[in-house]
């Protein structure tokens, strides 16, 4: 049997071996977070590891459909459901589709079904819990989500705040949509402060709407996106359960949260676009471990491409690989004991909780989101991260490192894969998603020969 050796004397063998060289300069670098992340970790770490992450093993495959035509929409997830698919989320774009065509031939009893309606409708909700698929349907109804995402309300503000009320004391749901300011460029400090202030909005407001029977039935929806920093995105959903069951417990809500996660938009690529199928792979293992409960993977060419049978099945099949092949699925709460992962789940939800307190006692989210603050604090993030991807320090395979110059994308693209710029009045600034090569992209496409 080996002896036991502390971090100390780990610690003075490496400065040993380095001959020299300064062990913090050398070894230890410092993330966008503010996080110092060090060469090794030991269980002595742990001593000052203060929380303890809920982590979840069930989690199910999800694919996103968006509806254009009912029937091919439904025959889209009809399919889905059979080839691997454990759930459907339909993005509705009005309230003219029908649910109960659009759901035919599903079984309602084994799948989950999401709802993210762009529009704020009473009645179309209404329709959705009529069909009694109310413990299999998820309403994703997030007001103010859309108001950062496009600068405006729905409609306006207590004429928003009225309907998803109405909506929430029907569904004892709320989804809060966190993807925005990880697309936009935030750090995952902010995203995790952003995620629980946007939360906290919407629990104020409902407090005292709900009785302490129905808050303990209440179901919270996280959606979130996951980028390729692999560790520290199992540690920043694992530090979100956290953060959440805080504050959940001082509202006197249920204390447990569903995660449905997604691949973040922000690496990925036109060029050398196969490389997205090695991030998004990554992505969602990152989210797995983590304990999110249901991913739904993106499409390798979805930035570039409209939405194709190939593409869809690729990333259904990338998910079934990971559970039936690799058995993700097998193992309980597996990034438990990790020190590494330990310890960075405690920072970023010290961090996370920090940067809340702050934005509540500075007025709340909404508030700042109306002042311009959320927008700039996310812009300065994204800038940041820019400069480093422009400088090299952050690594896109086949864009601003080993490109293929033969690479060729201008005939092949289906949708615009930039920002779109679109003169409106708005009543806030909107948050803006923004992907790193953009920039890069567009001057090699004006290159193209």
């Known amino acids: 049997m080996f002896p036991e050796v502390s971090s100390k004397e780990w610690k003075q063998k490496i400065q040993s071996d380095l001959k020299g060289a300064d062990y913090n300069e050398t070894l230890i670098w410092q993330s966008n977070e503010g996080i110092n992340v060090k060469p090794f970790y030991h269980q002595d ?27 091919v929409a439904n025959g889209i997830a009809v399919s889905a459901l059979k080839n691997g698919a454990e759930s459907i989320k339909f993005i509705i774009p009005d309230d003219t589709v029908s649910v ?53 309300w729905f409609s306006n503000l207590n004429a928003d705040h009225e309907a998803f009320r109405s909506i929430v004391k029907r569904t004892n749901t709320v989804t809060i949509d966190t993807t925005l300011y990880q697309n936009a460029g935030a750090n995952m400090v902010q995203q995790l402060a952003y995620a ?30 996951v980028g390729s920093n692999y560790f520290f995105e199992i540690a920043k959903i694992r530090a979100l359960r956290v953060l959440y069951q805080a504050l959940a417990a001082d509202y006197g809500f249920n204390t447990t949260c569903h995660i449905f996660a997604v691949p973040t938009k922000r690496n990925k690529t036109i060029y050398d676009y196969n490389t997205n199928m090695l991030r998004t792979t990554t992505e969602c293992m990152s989210a797995i471990l983590g304990g999110a409960n249901t991913i739904c993977n993106m499409p390798y060419d979805a930035i570039y491409h409209k939405n194709n049978e190939f593409g869809d099945r690729i990333a259904r099949n990338q998910l079934l690989i990971l559970k039936h092949e690799s058995y993700f699925d097998q193992v309980k709460n597996p990034s438990e004991g990790s020190y590494y992962i330990e310890t960075l789940t405690d920072q970023l939800a010290e961090k996370g909780l920090e940067l809340f307190k702050d934005i509540e006692s500075n007025g709340g989210f909404l508030k700042q989101l109306k002042e311009g603050i959320i927008q700039r604090k996310i812009k300065e993030s994204a800038n940041k991260e820019q400069s480093q991807f422009d ?22 693209l289906e949708l615009f894969p930039f920002v779109k710029t679109q003169a409106r009045k708005t009543l806030i600034a909107p948050i803006i998603e923004r992907r790193l090569a953009e920039n890069l992209e567009q001057d090699r496409l004006q290159t193209e020969q």
């Open 45 to 71: 770490t742990l001593e000052n590891v203060s929380t303890k992450a809920i982590s979840n093993t069930p989690w199910n495959i999800c694919q996103t459909i968006f509806v254009q035509q009912i029937e």
């Open 100 to 152: 109960d065509k659009l759901l035919k031939s599903i079984d309602l009893k084994k799948t989950t079904i999401y709802f993210k309606l762009q529009f704020l409708s009473e009645s179309f909700a209404e329709k959705i819990t009529n069909l009694g698929v109310n413990n299999q349907a998820i309403i994703q109804t997030d007001i103010i989500g859309n108001l950062a995402r496009t600068g405006n």
């Open 196 to 225: 629980l202030a946007h939360t906290n909005e919407y629990f104020n407001h409902l407090n005292e709407q709900f009785s302490v029977s129905e808050k303990q039935t209440f179901k919270t929806v996280f959606q979130i996106a």
């Open 391 to 412: 400088a090299g320090k952050i690594t896109l395979l086949g864009t601003n490192k080993h490109p293929n110059k033969a690479d060729k994308m201008a005939d092949e």
